[in-house]
């Protein structure tokens, strides 16, 4: 008898707080729980909302409904004292096993309700997910668009710095790129199975000049078209071959400005540097445009020839290994799998047993 | 579709932050290359480290290598783009060059706080004068580096943590440089050279870990240290023992520590501490230590009356580690037992822990053993484990016959 009434007075005993979602459904939840997420245990403190359904708390937009219930869960087993580390631990692991689509859903629902520990928790389970995959891979489990072309892969890190050498730099390739817009429409004229493909020289054109970029699926193709015409050129025309050092050139500057040193570190590799070369007008890119009035076109002479001395010294100095580098990093993901695991990655380990070494 | 499904590529920048920080930094870059949104995400990561793990470490020419990795680091750090507040540079096969100054310049124009720089090979790294305007630093931490600040260097007026291992500083660097820094709690010091005497002038310093060759160590201020692990690597020599002979290196070590909690004596520290006069206790007991560990030459009259006095004055002590150094066979022939009559007037009442290692079941081990027996009321276990196989027997039948104070006490002979 008695235990009946207790059973029935106990659900009011305890304490809800009343929390609304976005598409505006209201419910109810203990309020120990709700008050294990920062956000909410502020929000009550400081508004005092949440006492009653006419005063729910509103929760940020990122927590959907189904979110929230994983939330709670969460916190429903960890507000709860005495549990032991390994309890909690367990309970993580198991917590974390879902689709990454979700994870990341509730990554961002927990942190926009300040919950630092499920972030922390989320945030490194998808670190685990990334680690060791390959970009197909990465791109396949998180359903990412595959919007690069492989010339912007491997095209250098752009950086965006203010060097005056940069801009000096950058309207020499402006003017030769004009030298070169004018020698097409002359080679349009002349030859007759590239005048059937002007379009793609007005695409090419209005990418140099910043124009808009073309829907991401045709763009790969396109280039691939211009490469081959562009390779045909670049055989007797030395020019065009200076120019595209030049651009590539362009994207390494920024770390070969700083000292000399550095340029010698820089260092050529033929072949990836010539792959780029008839590529790099294409993948010029787009943010690093400038002014038509930058253009120096009735520079002097004398000057001219000086600069583009400069430019191709620079040229010949400053062919990066970086494409290089890059597919090799890329390539990093596979070789992982061979490499021994070195224990030196904890500063504390690697000091202590380098220290038995001296 | 597919922009609905792809949830990771529009979580807030300081997630997409701490998701990358859970990867190496080569990981972190490699993500460049997963689709436009990502071109440049890792590049506002605020925690930079590149150790042996993020550079494959391949039987190449050194030459390549380095400008590989000068390289790397140079191109991070170019296309990163924001604060940087961790910086880690660990790599077996760097050497102090010159690039690590271009780094440091541009790091130090950054809020940078925490600092880790390993030079595992080759001399001494020389500190750029940069370093030294790196004023929000938290956490520095050096190996193989030789520290020289400028002149207009005030001091890291927020540094909490420092580790310096293999480094050379002027004795005037060093004592200016501790007490430049007011907040610090944790201090390293391993291997170092340019100074013998070590003043600590350190009034939030907590943790003190040091080993290496010195003269002599002072504290002042140092009124919250609490856990203290010294090792003195050389021996000290006999006009160093003449030499102090008026006054007490041990009063004069505890005068400035009255919460020490934890205390490490290793290598040959003991025997400094047994320079000049050893009271019979010290002025005040150390009252909140509880964990004891010492290295001591039981064959060294000076080193037993400086342990003894030391373990008169720690009434609370809970564990206590003994390692025996058992390389010196200074054989007195005159030993006189001073642990005797002692455990009447000494017992250890929290006492519950005891590990010797390394002994040869000698005689004056023999009473030490049985001293702390008789003397502990509340011993749970005492571990013994002799230096060699050799004598084992004769051990054990000696360990087996002495009294022990505690009706709880396990014995527990370990196998060397």
Sequence with gaps: ?358 | MQMDLDKISNLPGHIIDQILSNLSITEAVRTSVLSSKWRYKWATLPHLAFDNQCFPVSSQDHAILKNKLVNIVDHVLLLHNGPIYKFKLSHRDLLGITDIDRWILHLSRSPIKEFVLEIWKGQRYKMPSSLFSCHNLIHLELFNCLLKPPLTFKGFRSLKSLDLQHVTLAQDVFGSLISSCPLLERLTLMNFDGFTHLNIDAPNLQFFDIGGAFEDISFENTFCLTVISIGLYVNVGNEKRRAYANSSNLVNFFAHLPYIRRLEVQSYFLKYLAIGIVPRKLPTPCVHLNYLSIRINFNDVEEVIAALCLLRSSPNLQELEVLARPEEHATMATFTNCWEDNHCSLPFNQLRQVKIVGILGIKPELNFINFLLLASPVLETMSVKPASINGGWELLKELLRFRRASMQAEIIYLDP
């Design chain 1, 1 to 358: 008898m008695s235990e009946g009434s207790m059973a029935v007075v106990k659900p009011e005993m305890k304490s809800y707080i009343w929390l609304q979602t976005v598409d505006g459904s209201i419910q109810q939840v203990e309020e120990e729980v709700a008050m294990f997420c920062p956000m909410i245990c502020r929000e009550v403190i400081q508004t005092g909302m949440g006492s009653s359904k006419n005063y729910a708390i509103s929760l940020p937009q990122r927590v959907n409904p189904a979110i929230l219930g994983l939330i709670l869960d969460y916190c429903r087993f960890h507000q709860v004292a005495g549990r032991s580390n390994k309890e909690r631990k367990t309970f993580d692991e198991k917590f974390i096993r879902m689709d990454t689509k979700r994870l990341c859903e509730l990554t961002s629902a927990a942190d926009s309700l300040q919950l630092k520990p499920l972030v922390d928790l989320t945030s490194r389970a998808l670190a685990r997910i990334i680690e060791g995959k390959t970009p197909e891979e990465i791109r396949e489990t998180f359903h990412l668009p595959d919007d690069l072309t492989e010339e912007e892969k491997l095209e250098p890190l752009r950086n965006i710095t203010d060097d005056p050498r940069i801009r000096l730099l950058n309207r020499l390739y402006a003017r030769k790129r004009k030298e070169l817009k004018e020698r097409k429409k002359l080679k349009n004229v002349e030859v007759e199975e590239e005048r059937v493909d002007d379009r793609s020289v007005d695409d090419l054109l209005s990418f140099i000049n910043g124009g808009d970029e073309d829907t991401k699926g045709t763009r790969t193709s396109k280039n691939k078209k211009k490469n081959r015409r562009r390779k045909d050129q670049s055989k007797d025309s030395s020019l065009t071959n200076v120019n595209g050092n030049h651009n590539r050139e362009l994207l390494d500057l920024p770390s070969a400005c700083h000292e000399d040193e550095v340029n010698n570190v820089v260092l050529a590799s033929p072949s990836t540097s010539s792959k780029l070369q008839d590529s790099a007008v294409v993948t010029f890119s787009p943010k690093l445009e400038f002014e038509d009035g930058d253009i120096d076109d009735d520079l002097d002479p004398a000057m001219k020839e000086e600069l583009d001395r400069e430019v191709e010294d620079f040229a010949r100095r400053l062919n990066s290994d970086w494409p290089e580098r890059m597919q090799e990093i890329l390539s990093l993901g596979q070789e992982r799998k061979f490499m021994p695991i070195s224990i030196n990655g904890n500063g504390s380990m690697g000091r202590y047993t380098s220290l038995d070494q001296r």
